[in-house]
Each structure stands twice: as C-alpha cells, then as structure tokens.
C-alpha cells in the first residue's frame, strides 16, 4: 500500500474513533495484564464477564496469590483453558511480588519473562497501560493487515515488523486498537463487511462482499 493510502487509511478510522481503547475492563496495570493473559482464545466479553466477579475480591498480586489456585479457578472456570491460565496467573503473581514489590514491570523483557506473558501481551500491556507506541498482533490485525494489503506478512511478528515500519508516527500509539476493531466489527473473518467499510476503496482484497 502506497504511503498516500496507509495515512488516509488511519486518518479515516481515527475520523470514525479520535480517541480507541481495549474492550477489556480494567482499572490498573495489573488488572489489564491478568485480563489479557486470560483472553488468549477467549472473548473480551467472557474475559470481562470472569473479571468482573474476580476483582472485586482480588485484584493485586498478592491479594490472588492469597487466593490460590483452587480458588482462582472457579472465577474464571467459564473460560478457555482456564486450569493452564491460573497456574500462569498464580506464577506471575509470585514473580511480580517477590521481584517487582506487586508493581507491573513497564519493559518489554521483564514483560515477556512472566508466566503466560508473549510478545503480543506485553505489547498489549506497555500500549494501553503505559502508553507505549507498540503495535500487538493478534488475529484480527492478522487478518486485516493482510487482507488490505496494509502490512501483508507470512505470521504475526513479520507483519508486526512491517506495521513498525510503515504506519506513521502520528498514528502510532492508537493504530492497535483501530486495526482490531476494524477486524473484529467490520472486517471480519468469514464475511467481512465491505458495503459498510470506511477504507474499501484502499484496500486490495479482490473478493469484497457486494452491498445486501
């Protein structure tokens, strides 16, 4: 995509929503982290139904880790692999209160280091919790990248790369969140809403969906 289209592209979803953010909900760094640990292969909305019984009980480290793992599994029994995700989440837990006195590391190796914690959560955390102009990859903006020629790539972190790269400085810190949401509301998997779309006419997949 010409460097003409990539600015217009994120000028119009930045016209459509000045100011995106996650769908998940939180209320500290530690919260966001938990959250984004448990959404892999999960929905945001299962992730927020669970949290939202989960932290008013326990919401810092060592007030989960008092918990237990037992306990933690039932309040978040309802989503995908919930049994790997505890002994994560009780692991980190353990490793932010005897390294980081509970607090959440702000870089990226310490980020990574923690139990259930990849490249795309620690982007996720250091952007939305810290305000870092990181770029996470996630199906979505697989997909979406790809799909619109924007930043094609053969895996995640190739099309990362190609992001870091190519998307301005001005649209940096929020062009994560306009992507997903992009790819979760309109350009979606198996039938992507093209009539409804704001960038049709950037984009190079062939085979848009015709107007209903």
Known sequence: MKKADVVELFTRLRELNP????????????????????????????????TRKLYPVANTPQAILDMGEEKLKRYISTIGLF???????????RILVEH???EVPDHREALEALPGVGRKTANVV??????????AVDTHIFRVANRTGLAPGKDVRAVEDKLEKIVPPEFKQ???HWLILHGRYVCKARKPDCPQCVIRDLCRYKDKTPAR
């Open 100 to 102: 980081y006195d509970g």
């Open 19 to 50: 100011h995106p953010t996650t769908e998940l909900v939180y209320s500290t760094p530690f919260e966001l982290l938990v959250a984004v640990v448990l959404s892999a292969q999960a929905t945001d909305v299962g992730v927020n139904k669970a």
């Open 126 to 135: 250091l952007n939305t919790a810290f305000g870092h102009a990181t770029i």
């Open 83 to 93: 049994n790997a995700k505890a002994k994560n989440v009780i692991a980190l837990c």
């Open 174 to 176: 929020d062009a994560h």
